[in-house]
């Protein structure tokens, strides 16, 4: 339960208390400022409470984005201040400041609407934000004089000393709705004309929906999967519950693909486009009820990853189940597809502390700007980039028509295409770009290549030399050393000594790209580089065996370190940190685990690889799923900051 406080007693007419009730606050009234600072005492440390002056007017939802999204331990909208449990003690000293010396009587009116927009988001809503508590002044500043927070309502004067203070709330972007303090009869009533005057659940409904989001998604999902969103929040269903609906959906739609079957490959189609339009509506449930979480986040973009590879293999097993192995076409597809996602992590983590000044300076940028400012153009370029309503449409509607071997021709196709498209763009804008990567980048990068004990320890000895190389060397020797192994691997005879050569040499070569910190212009490639070298090598030495299973098994361990991939970038996304050092540690790093899987064909033969592949699949799956299954959990139940993946990468 949540506290909320109303400063005076509300005006005759108003339904201030009865919102903030189907918000679910239990309502307090304070006579004076001092009865709200001691009302605002006795409530227990873990809740929420908000400070609400009584003569507001304004729109349900306006209160709602005001008071109760779970991401920020402090929001305010005019008339209204709210804190999280983590931030109360920086709630507490704002209302001492915002009190000193005066009441709650209110000499200006509030104004409408916010100043900052407002991010959103998926899934179900967490009771807590962890964050520090608030300096009680900025540093090196003295406060803001005390008579300048006397103006205006007390939850507004309080949200001002918020500020003053350096612990300046979150302002949501209210649009048209309405949220004011009048201080007159006459201006009540124009506020409630206003009111009366905006649909506040039309509004509610149309920022339920992603504001960038393709064109497939926008035109052909979004226009009724948001009712659909509504129909979930009003039988009081999670944003969780429909993201695990969207997977069961999804997996089922494989075992239909599984089948090999014309009715299958239709049934298929069908229900990956129904398994595509709850994943819509489990972000836009999580916006339309402010239900976010952790937990939730990390779901919504796993289970996308998971839904997009399994139906990868129920394709493959239906067209084996014909006579056609397209296990190779799966596999490249799910490499294809990861690698291109680990170029938008990257990218975007390398540039993710670059201010405006200097993320937008590069030519590329001002082309890209001027495309963006013809409206045709918007849609083309992000239909071009093949996002997942568009790919998904794609696989859904050949699926159903033709055969699992064209379907992943087109996809192979259209990602390849994406792939260069979104890639050489970012590399022209990285080559122009002037900003300066920062220790926090660096470290994502660092993070992010999943370097394993033996390039780790190379990486100390090489440290004197890599200083003085230049600049361009760590992604120059990590493309070198990853095109060496995995083209060894597929030019060579299955089982020969050339492919244990080679990544020894990679391992050498991913060492030195590491060994000093990742802030060159173009360090952001060198994990996908070494993305690409590991999946691809396993992908050519599996195809190079040429027995039954063992390009499945290779499908199979492709998936399980992908999955860990995956797992690291959405904690780095959290804020959270990378996985262990154990887990790294235990799954050999992707140099570690390229050069064993080269030394087991080298050792085994052909059946004997395969079955070996299946268990290093199984192994590194175990550890991988059980440790973020463990963080993930963990995190959610110890009130870790409310977030959600809205970017889905293309």
């Known amino acids: 339960m949540s506290t909320a406080i109303l400063t005076g007693q509300p005006v005759p007419g108003s339904s201030i208390e009865a919102d903030l009730r189907s918000l679910g606050f239990d309502v307090r009234i304070a006579s004076d400022a001092a009865a709200a600072g001691a009302l605002l005492a006795e409530v227990p440390a873990g809740q929420r409470v908000a400070v609400v002056d009584a003569r507001f007017v304004g729109h349900e939802h306006a209160l709602r984005l005001g008071l109760t999204d779970p991401r920020f331990p402090l929001a305010a909208i005019p008339g209204a201040v709210t804190a999280q449990p983590a931030a109360r003690r ?146 009081g269903l999670t944003p969780n519950q429909v993201t695990t609906a969207s997977l069961v959906t999804a997996l089922i739609a494989a075992a239909c693909a599984a089948t090999g079957t014309r009715p299958g490959f239709v049934a298929a189609g069908v229900l990956l486009l129904a398994s595509f339009v709850l994943d819509c509506t489990d972000g836009q449930l999580a916006r339309y009820s402010l239900q976010y979480s952790t937990l939730g986040a990390w779901l919504d973009a796993t289970f996308d990853r998971a839904k997009e590879y399994a139906y990868y293999a129920g394709l493959a097993l239906g067209a084996a189940r014909g006579g056609d192995d397209v296990w190779a076409l799966a596999l490249g597809a799910m490499v294809l597809q990861t690698c291109r996602h680990v170029v938008d992590f990257s990218f975007n983590e390398a540039n993710v502390d670059s201010t405006a000044a200097t993320a937008n300076t590069s030519p590329t940028a001002a082309l890209s700007g001027r495309l963006d400012s013809v409206g045709w153009t918007v849609w083309v370029r992000r239909m071009i980039v093949l996002p997942i309503g568009e790919r998904w449409a794609m696989i859904a509607v050949l699926t159903a028509l033709t055969t699992p071997r064209i379907t992943f021709y087109a996809l192979l196709i259209g990602c390849a295409f994406a792939a260069t498209y979104t890639t050489a763009g970012r590399v022209l804008r990285s080559l122009t770009r002037k900003a300066r990567r920062t220790d926090r980048a660096a470290r994502a990068l660092a993070d992010l290549t999943d370097s394993g004990p033996l390039a780790e320890r190379l990486a100390g000895a090489l440290k004197p030399v890599a200083r003085r190389l230049p600049g361009f060397t760590a992604p120059a020797v990590a493309l070198l050393g990853g095109a060496a192994v995995t083209a060894t691997a597929a030019l060579t005879g299955f089982g020969g000594p050339w492919p244990v050569l080679a990544a020894l040499l990679y391992v050498l070569t991913s060492a030195l790209a590491v060994a000093r910190p990742l802030k060159g212009p173009l360090d952001w490639l060198v994990p ?109 139940r110890g009130g870790a900051p409310a977030v959600h993946d809205e970017g889905e990468p293309a």
């Open 528 to 636: 996908p580089f070494l993305r690409a070298a590991e999946y691809g090598t396993v992908l050519a030495l599996a195809a190079g065996a040429g027995v039954n299973g063992a390009l499945p098994a290779a499908y199979g361990l492709v998936a399980a370190v992908a999955y860990h991939h995956y797992d690291t970038v959405y904690r780095i996304r959290g804020d959270a940190g990378a996985p262990p050092p154990w887990l790294v540690r235990a799954t050999g790093g992707h140099e570690g685990r390229t050069l064993a899987v080269v030394v087991l064909a080298a050792l085994l033969t052909a059946s004997q690889f395969a079955v070996a592949l299946t268990v290093l699949a199984v192994a590194v799956a175990l550890l991988v799923l059980l440790e973020s299954i463990r963080f993930w959990v963990t995190a959610h």
């Open 90 to 235: 920086a709630l507490a000293l704002a209302m001492d400041r915002a009190t000193a010396g005066g009441n709650t009587a209110a000499s200006e009116p509030a104004t409408t609407g916010g100043t900052e927009p407002a991010a959103v988001g998926s899934t179900e809503s967490a009771p807590e934000v962890v964050t520090g508590d608030a300096p009680e002044t900025v540093s090196g500043e003295a406060p803001a004089p005390v008579g300048t927070l006397l103006t205006g309502a007390l939850a507004d004067r309080v949200a001002a000393a918020l500020s003053a203070d350096g612990s300046d709330p979150h302002r949501p972007d209210l649009g048209s709705l309405v949220a004011t303090v009048p201080d007159d009869p006459q201006t009540r009533n124009e506020a409630r004309q206003a009111v009366a005057a905006v649909d506040d659940e039309a509004v509610r409904l149309k920022s339920a929906v992603k504001a960038r989001d393709g064109f497939f998604t926008t035109y052909c999902i979004s226009p009724y999967s948001r009712y659909i969103a509504r129909w979930c929040a009003r039988r």
